[in-house]
């Protein structure tokens, strides 16, 4: 039980430092710094590596655990070793553990979800000032005639954009 509550203490420990990436990333999305934002995104690869390998240990201890006690979990998930867990302390620590790590990772789908949004905005306004740049003003169109020279003039642009 205690290489459990190791490997539980790391992802939750693993889940903060990524939430505090998270909380960061919201910063540098704010203040449009790309090589800040890059560096982040590196630093939370290296963290959900861990977090992938941290989980794979716990299910495994999981599965071995409840092999000892003579049971087959179906999924290996903490609710279920609770449930089997006949010690009240255990289970009020594993019940801590499950709430605490459930916590924090709502709170960094929670921060994802805003560091997303704020991607797409990034985005949208990004393709918007491209398109202004690019696009033929609409006014010299609606407005002129289609053979004249004024609207051969207006299809000239700041950039080409097939190069």
């Known amino acids: 039980m205690n290489r459990l509550y190791d490997l539980l203490d790391n992802l939750i420990q693993l889940h903060k430092a990524l939430y505090t ?5 919201k910063e540098v999305l704010v203040k449009g710094n790309v090589d800040e ?27 071995e655990l409840t092999a000892q006690k ?20 255990e289970k009020m ?5 499950r709430n605490e790590l459930s916590r924090i990772v709502t709170e960094l789908r929670d921060a994802n979800n805003l560091n997303q949004q704020l991607l797409e905005q990034s985005l949208s306004f ?38």
């Open 37 to 63: 934002l890059i560096a982040i995104t590196r630093q939370e690869q290296k963290l959900i590596k861990g977090v992938t390998e941290a989980e794979a240990a716990r299910q495994q201890v999981v599965k």
């Open 126 to 163: 990004v393709n918007m000032t491209l398109d202004l740049i690019t696009d033929t003003p609409e006014d010299d169109f609606i407005y002129g005639r289609p053979t004249s020279d004024t609207y051969r003039q207006a299809n000239r642009t700041f950039f080409n954009k097939k190069a």
């Open 70 to 89: 003579g049971f087959a979990l179906q999924e290996g998930t903490l609710a279920e070793l609770i449930k089997l867990t006949t010690s009240a302390e």
């Open 21 to 25: 990436l998270a909380m960061h990333k």
């Open 93 to 97: 620590r594993l019940n801590s553990c």
